[in-house]
């Protein structure tokens, strides 16, 4: 929305709102819903992956034995035997969680708004990894923070550039440890502990968001840090990636203090996630389905991300670069310097592929030169047919 | 949460978190999910009216249908269908609403959260009825305005009154023109026509919050201000009481300047409403089911209401002044100036009854002698026993 389109408004909108702009990158990407387009720019899950008829069963399950409490209003903190169930699973590696550390969220993106409402004045610093999850940006930003950005390499954020510098007065540091979106990063177990340490001295919250934790494709996890440090890391978690992200079921693990304000903040926010929702997602799990369902969405993604590295590997000329992710949904490509990969999706679009440029997920200074390709809902042989189109746009400009 | 409590957090929180108090009204109203209390402090609907067959098969045949693009990620905007039942269903009384005005919400509490979003910054100056919906207060209160009291009558909200030293600089006003929380007063033809005048000249939106229009006992619904003054008014709407509240679905209808930034805000907030939810409510209500349903309901609450009203007749000294609502789920209760209510509800939860003090409706300057009664969850005979104990308490104290 442009500076006319601003003085349209018959009304006096909010700082915040007056800020929001519509997303160029957005408009470009409608497109990529036509049949046509190899689209390696959604964030979305694989709907292979969804249980459906365990969800189903739930769902008749629990409108049969409890409708009126699945229909009716219900707590703002959440349906308790799924916050025990979440505290049951994060009480590993010597860490205990109590149920009353966990807040229900109508999916993760609530959390971080929930945070942001909790934590965030206006000219507030809040530390962010360079890139970082946009949604993270688009949800903070609604309380004008000041961003700082928090540098990071193959590993992830590098605990440490975590000077006093960088972290005067900041109200809290948010990172994505496990497949970072959009790198398709880990950080490594040596600097988990060092954040985890550094968070039990900072004097605010370290956030650990962490949607693809379960998707590692060798099914052997690094610890947490919320195991780590559990009075000072605040844990985000969702069903999204492994039962269905439009259920809109996620959860945040924080301290009581906090998670007391987080609780208000909600009720003045949506009341509660709904009740039926939250129901269906406990009835699937409640008996170790997880425990046989993601090693499957592991196995699918893992043979996705392997086409997607050995069609980059077969058609990206010299001087692209790339990562190799250990789980997740995405990979994180860098071109030679020149290339601005918001120019090169104009012209990828008309070839009908597409992908997200790198840009708008840099708080501040961004690399333009960077884009993220999703991985896991397009098939194998098209995966090769849309990175070769890349690949030849790309070598035409090397 | 006392002072002491908030030097307890270990982090800085924002300005709006360290102002949430925790509500003694709501400890006190714990022991009301007891089963010997007599509760006339719930804003539940009756679960009696919950259609759970309907809902049930709705979801089973979703599941089956359209599986993935139930469970997968869907439009910030709402899904379409629903969003176009809600436009063609307000498209009456020479209004034409188009589904490109609609926002499915998170129930209609996440309305009131986006309007204060994309409307409010801090002081901003916000009108509300005198008293006035104590959700909204906690949602715009997260934007910290300045609150400004319209007077009102039995009537609603008094249109005459809103001359420019109350209106100056004002965002927004708030009012619930349909058997208002608390008060269950419905805003007459006479006033609701000025008002939509009033909006069109007022350079802020009026907003109409409207979650028990259906409940109109005769079943003669005024006209909505949406439809008087359709490019001034913004009009929210809920699913909560005529079907399920806690399938939280709700919706905004506004001029799409305004829509367009209420949309990037819930993108920002929970991305989207639950697809599961807006589609069961979609199958539920798309051949006409409310057309049976909603007289049911309306049929229920005015008994239970005329049950409330002959137990006030019956038990109520002199003194005590109540309405007859014409529909909605509350009753208005005030009583002798010197009566506290926050004290009678200490004494009333000994005796097992409860109910909702007055004090908290009110924006600024409170009346502290009045109560909100909901009298759709307690059968009549109960609601008897319960307004006969509180009004011997009362007795005892004229």
Known sequence: MNQADLQAQP?????????????????????????????????LPSPATFPVEEMRVACDRILRDSPAAALQYSATEGYLPLREWVAQRYSVNGASIRPSQVLITTGSQQALDLLGKVLIDPASRVLVETPTYLGALQSFSMYEPNYVQ?????????????????????????????FQNPTGRRLSLARRTALAAFAQRAGFPVIEDDPYGALDYAGTPLPTMLSMAPDHIVHLGSFSKVLSPGMRVGYIIAPEELHFKLVQAKQATDLHTPSLTQRIVHEVVKDGFLETHIPKIRSLYRDQCAAMLAALQEHMPAGVEWNRPEGGMFVWVKLPQHIDTMKLLEQSIVQHVAFVPGGPFFANEAEHNTLRLSFVTVPPARIDEGVAKLGALIRAQV
Chains 1, 2 share one sequence.
């Open 11 to 43: 009304w006096q909108l909010s700082e915040r709102a007056r800020k929001l702009t519509s997303s160029a990158i957005r408009e470009i990407l409608k497109v990529t819903e036509r049949p046509e387009v190899i689209s390696f720019a959604g964030g």
């Open 150 to 178: 928090v540098p990071t390499d193959e590993h992830g954020l590098i605990p440490e550039t975590l000077d006093s510098t960088l972290t005067a007065g900041a109200r809290l540091l948010y990172a994505q440890p496990n």
